[in-house]
């Protein structure tokens, strides 16, 4: 089971951090997804990040302000976001699943999402 949280109103230019608690045991055997969705249009990949975190990997959108990171002790994994733009609000999902992939329907454990919305 994931859970999300983090999310909030924050204005453009500004940060946030994302976090996803995984419950059980075996958070480490899984890469980690975060994916986010807008108001009308479909759910889009951010960021991936292998089990070990030694691989990253962002959409073009978010490169160079977004970064992901996880916690294997604490079954946790990050997304800092800096420098928002209003376009980056969504809600945002974590997700897990066994390969890195930049493809929602390749993670097959989803979190609750947590809002994020960037005021201009």
């Known amino acids: 089971q994931l859970q999300a949280s983090g999310g909030g109103l924050v204005q453009a230019g500004g940060s946030l951090r994302l976090s996803c608690a995984a419950s059980g045991r075996t958070f480490s055997r899984y890469v980690m997804g975060w994916f986010r969705q807008a108001p009308g249009k479909e759910r889009e990949f951010v960021a991936a990040i292998s089990r070990t975190g030694g691989s990253r990997y962002y959409d073009d959108s978010v490169k160079g302000r977004f970064t992901i990171s996880r916690d294997n002790a604490k079954n946790t994994v990050y997304l800092q976001m800096n420098s928002l733009k209003p376009e980056d609000t969504a809600v945002y999902y974590c997700?897990?699943?066994?390969?890195?992939?930049?493809?929602?329907?390749?993670?097959?454990?989803w979190g609750q999402g947590t809002l994020v919305t960037v005021s201009s």
């Open positions: 997700a897990a699943g066994f390969t890195i992939t930049t493809m929602s329907d390749d993670f097959g454990d």
